[in-house]
Structure formats: structure tokens, C-alpha cells
């Protein structure tokens, strides 16, 4: 298992894209899709900030350049790929609310989840991209701060100061609700979700499972006590709670459950890293960006297909879409972000 490929990972990744997929097929009020964003949050954070503390500890420095053309690599060509696709395809059906520039324009440069600052404009129906807008944010910032800031801070002390963050977004949030009338905008605004990201790089600074010799390894009762927290936060509708403290909980949560799974060796792993899992993990990204508008041409092309056809047809055409970007974008670009790791790493140590 290897940094850049931690195997768990794949089986959350999977079941967040799953998650949020059945969800969006017509299962919201029993499936909680928001949560299977939440999980991808937190296993961003986990991730870079892991990435990032290996790095800092190999070269002693944070390469912010290369660091930014990986992440530019990695994200940009399949998502304007499919916007462009979409937006194309959209020429030729007729559409209530059609493409506008500004619109489009805040899908390309990550605005979506602030629509107010291009005038609420529309732009390609379908993706959801207003949590890849909370995340791109996400990686501008922090990698100047871990350099800046945390790299040269013990491990416990940059996870307090993450700790910290999470819990003045929380407070940020408490105090949100109290002046907005719409308090459902809470769940899409970066300076309100940030702390789900957060929570990951918690795990990743504190107590990092393929880091830290000696970590905390949860016992099974900490992972039903975490479960039990998950409940109860699906359980529970009042507004209030879920647009305030509900992220709170569920980050504590999933701190336990990623560090239990991560350091398994019994069934746990095993389930989470099963060929199925780990193909969906693979097309995990073209897959949260094109299902959306895949599940809505089904809904308009068979408008009597039962929920069990819907979601059938909509998987197997999302998957067809994500294995052919997979093969001809990702795979080549995933090569390339390699060779430029190891060449940084390289000129770093040389220097």
C-alpha cells in the first residue's frame, strides 16, 4: 500500500460516489447523498494533507507549483471534456433554461457554489458541481498554508490549529442560520462545508494510520459509537441541526471509522477494497460528473421506467462514459502527474 494508493480509500471513494448516485436516481429521502459528499470531503483532506506531510518530510519543502499543475491535471480536462459535451448536446433539446455565459463561466472557474457573484446565471444543467467548487478552493489555499505555516509545526500541533478551523466554521455556521432567512445555503457555501475537508487533514497530521508509527488504532466499540453518531445525524430533520452541527459530528465521526478501516487487516479491508469497489473507485470523478445529466436524459427518453430500470440503464451509461474518459484522459494524465511527483521530488533532493 503506497501513499499515492492507500486501498481503503477505494472503497469509500466508491461508496460516496454510490451514495450520491442512488440518491440522485430517486432514493433521497431514504439514501442521504449529502452524506456520500461529506465522505468525499473528508477523504480529500486526508489524502493531500497525507501527500502533503510526505513530501515536506522527503524534501524538506512543498513544491506549491507542481502541486498546483497535478491538481489542474487532474481535474480539468474531464470536467471541461463533459461540459462541453453537455453543453453541446443541450443545443439540440429543447431546455427551459438554457446555457448563459456567465453561468458556464462560474462552472469553469468554480464559482458555482457562490451563484451570486456571476448573477445567478445558468450554466450547463447536470453536474453537481458546487462541492468540486468547495474542494478546488480548498486546494488553493491550504497548500500555502501547510508550507507557510503547519509543515514546520509537530504533527499535534497543526492538527489542533485544523481542529481549531473545523470549529470556527462551526461557529461561522451557528451564526450564518441566525441572520439568513434560506439557511439551506449553509450546505454549499466553501466558508460553511470547509470543515468536513478539515477533519480529514486532521487524521492525516494526528495519528495518520500510514504515517505515524504508533497510532491510535480504534476498537471496535469506538466504530459502533462513530456508527451510532451517523445515525443519529440521518435520523434527525429538524433544519437547524443538520445545516449547523450535523457536519461537526459526522467529521468526528468519520475520523474514527477512516482510522479503524485504514489500519484493518480482517473483513473491513477486504470488503473495502473488492474489484468491484475499486473499479468504481477508479471512475469515481467522471462519474459524479456525469450521472446527474445521464439520470435526467433517462427520466425524458423512458418517462415510465420504474426506479430499479432508471437506476440501471443510468449506471451503465455513466460508466460507459467514465471508462472511456478513464482510458483515453485520466490514465494518460494520472501518468504524466507521476512522472512530475517523482521529478520534483528529485530536483527537490538535489538541491
Not at 439514501?31 to 493531500?48: A, E, K, M, Q, W
Not at 489500519?263 to 470523478?285: E, H, K, N
Request: proline share 5%; aromatic share 12%; net charge positive.
Amino acid at each position: 500500500m503506497t501513499l499515492d494508493h492507500i486501498v481503503p480509500l477505494d472503497g469509500f471513494r466508491a461508496l460516496a460516489i454510490l451514495i450520491v448516485f442512488v440518491a440522485h436516481c430517486g432514493l433521497e429521502r431514504l439514501i442521504p447523498g449529502g452524506f456520500g459528499v461529506t465522505i468525499f470531503f473528508f477523504l480529500s483532506g486526508y489524502l493531500i494533507t497525507t501527500l502533503l506531510r510526505s513530501e515536506y518530510a522527503q524534501t524538506g519543502r512543498i513544491d506549491i507549483k507542481a502541486f498546483y499543475i497535478r491538481r489542474s491535471v487532474r481535474i480539468l480536462p474531464s470536467l471541461y471534456i463533459t461540459l462541453l459535451l453537455i453543453l453541446g448536446i443541450s443545443q439540440w433539446l429543447p431546455a427551459e433554461h438554457p446555457a448563459e455565459f456567465w453561468g458556464v463561466f462560474s462552472q469553469l472557474v468554480f464559482l458555482t457554489n457562490y451563484p451570486w457573484i456571476t448573477g445567478y446565471a445558468q450554466g450547463v444543467t447536470g453536474p453537481p458541481l458546487w462541492s468540486l467548487a468547495v474542494e478546488e478552493h480548498f486546494y488553493l489555499i491550504f497548500p500555502v498554508v501547510f508550507s507557510a505555516i503547519l509543515a514546520a509545526l509537530s504533527p499535534r500541533k497543526a492538527a489542533g490549529l485544523c481542529l481549531g478551523a473545523c470549529i470556527a466554521v462551526l461557529g461561522i455556521r451557528l451564526a450564518t442560520v441566525a441572520t439568513i432567512s434560506d439557511i439551506g445555503q449553509v450546505y454549499y457555501w466553501t466558508h460553511t462545508r470547509i470543515d468536513s475537508i478539515l477533519f480529514g487533514c486532521c487524521l492525516a497530521l494526528w495519528q495518520n494510520p500510514v504515517l505515524d508509527k504508533g497510532a491510535w488504532r480504534p476498537r471496535l466499540v469506538h466504530v459502533l459509537f462513530a456508527l451510532a453518531i451517523l445515525l443519529g445525524c440521518f435520523a434527525i430533520r429538524d433544519e437547524l441541526f443538520r445545516q449547523t452541527v450535523r457536519y461537526t459530528l459526522q467529521g468526528g465521526a468519520l475520523f474514527v471509522i477512516f482510522s479503524y478501516a485504514i489500519q484493518d487487516r480482517g473483513w473491513v479491508s477486504i470488503a473495502l477494497s473488492t474489484r468491484p469497489l475499486r473499479v468504481i473507485a477508479l471512475y469515481s470523478y467522471t462519474l459524479y460528473l456525469i450521472h446527474v445529466p445521464v439520470i435526467a436524459g433517462v427520466h425524458a427518453l423512458f418517462p415510465t421506467l420504474g426506479l430499479l430500470g432508471i437506476i440501471g440503464i443510468s449506471g451503465a451509461l455513466s460508466m460507459l462514459y467514465a471508462a472511456g474518459m478513464y482510458a483515453l484522459v485520466e490514465q494518460p494524465a494520472a501518468n504524466w502527474r507521476r512522472r512530475l511527483r517523482s521529478s520534483s521530488r528529485t530536483a527537490a533532493l538535489a538541491i
